[in-house]
């Protein structure tokens, strides 16, 4: 496989072309839009301008965490006009993706993973039942103890759990080991994010590599870099992939989702990835273009 040209700096003159070739920029929103709770400085500027010049806007997050009503919420407390059709995130993914698999109704959902993954599939007609009404639960290890679980879980869904604990994982293990034909299902495998603006913290991809290891089965993913959500974003937006622009900051999710869909894609650098990452001789993974941050797109335009 040969390796792509490394990534051009963003400038006036690519920006302009970059604009001129696609009608969508699709957004990460973790290290991308804020951090944490936090906005990244020039954020609401940038979207308007991009907004202005026509471009339709879509965010793509692998956060499960949030709904994308909730995710909708979020944008508005920060001051972001962006509505739910403009959300795509890991847990609505997993949801449709049970759906558009015709997973049997009858069949339950079992969550390792937050209230945005619960919304998401009860939206979706499915039963779930984890989530955080079993982070205070405890397994009690003793001679004789016999840990119960619901033999009509069909399907395990594991994302980023901040409390995540032996109770869910000997429930999910359980569930995929011993109910016939269960499956698994990773909403992304990142490995850490930007949960609160000052720090990275373990990811999604840490909960998920925990069943990995109690169950000897890989998951399916459905959030980036899979493209199972570019397909239902292809479905509600009448755009070609080529027309579309990925924007994230992340090399193993953003940029290869972006590739893996043959958008173009934009690195920026007010998240996890590092300059010297990106220049690294192992990496692989180079997007077309690369800058600090999104706002950058206002100064280079002179706007």
Request: net charge negative; proline share 3%.
């Amino acid at each position: 496989m040969s390796r792509r040209a490394a990534a051009e700096l963003l400038c006036g003159v690519n920006l302009r072309a970059l604009l001129d070739s696609v009608d969508a920029f699709l957004f990460d929103c973790d290290g991308v839009i804020w951090k944490g709770d936090k906005l990244i400085d020039g954020v609401p500027q940038t979207l308007d301008l991009l907004r202005s010049k026509g471009k339709k806007l879509v965010f793509v997050t692998n956060n499960s965490t949030k709904s994308r009503t909730q995710y909708a919420h979020k944008f508005t407390s920060l001051g972001l006009s962006v509505t739910q059709d403009e959300i795509f995130s890991s847990s609505f993914a997993a949801a449709m993706y049970l759906k558009v698999n015709h997973f049997p109704p009858q069949n339950k959902v079992y969550v390792i993973g937050g209230e945005g993954i619960l919304e998401e599939l009860q939206l979706a007609g499915f039963t779930a039942l984890g989530g955080p009404e079993d982070a205070e639960k405890r397994v009690h290890l003793k001679s004789n103890y016999f840990f119960k679980h619901d033999k009509n879980v069909g399907a395990v869904v594991v994302g980023l759990d901040p409390h995540i604990n032996y109770y869910k994982l000997q429930y999910g293990t359980l569930c995929i080991r011993e109910n016939p034909g269960c499956l698994f299902i990773a909403t992304n495998r990142d490995s850490v994010g930007h949960m609160t603006d000052l720090q990275e913290w373990p990811g999604a991809g840490c909960m998920v590599g925990a069943i990995c290891g109690s169950t000897g089965r890989e998951p399916i993913v459905v959030g980036k870099p899979s493209t199972f959500m570019m397909d239902f974003l292809l479905q509600k937006f009448d755009i070609n992939t080529s027309r579309m622009c990925m924007v994230g900051d992340r090399l193993d999710t953003d940029i290869l989702f972006g590739q893996n869909a043959g958008c173009k894609t934009l690195l920026v650098l007010s998240g996890v990835t590092t300059q010297s990452t990106l220049d690294d001789s192992s990496n692989s993974t180079q997007p077309d273009y690369y800058t600090s941050k999104v706002s950058d797109i206002l100064t280079l335009l002179g706007e």
